[in-house]
């Protein structure tokens, strides 16, 4: 029998099931914003789907962690990997990008402020 994969509570799979209602954008008082959730941040089609129902903003709440043994090794790397995804979401698509994540630690894991 296989070991089970560790608890990482940032990994959605286990939580929550997929939309399947498209992506929106949705009038505000100042700005039409498309909301998108965590694992959405890393695709492109998302963000540009999003941008063509009219966003001017696309927001991001978001939970981006990683186990306390691999934040020596991998933490810089996916940070700026990150960094780099959000920016091409914004001049792609010629919007705003806002992300909010967790912080702090939980059942060992550390989120990082991004």
Do not use: S
């Amino acid at each position: 029998m296989p070991a089970a994969e560790p608890l990482r509570p940032y990994y959605e799979k286990y939580y929550f099931t997929p939309g399947d209602l498209g992506f929106k954008a949705f009038d505000t008082a100042r700005a039409k914003i498309g909301t998108l959730v965590c694992w959405d941040q890393w695709y492109p089609e998302a963000a540009r789907l999003t941008a063509m129902q009219g966003a001017d903003i696309l927001c991001y709440p978001t939970a981006i962690g990683w186990h306390p043994a691999e934040k020596a090794e991998f933490g810089a790397a996916h940070r700026e990997g990150w960094i780099a995804v959000q920016r091409g979401h914004a001049i792609a698509n010629g919007i705003y990008v806002a992300a909010a994540n967790r912080i702090g630690h939980e059942a060992g894991v550390g989120y990082q402020t991004l």
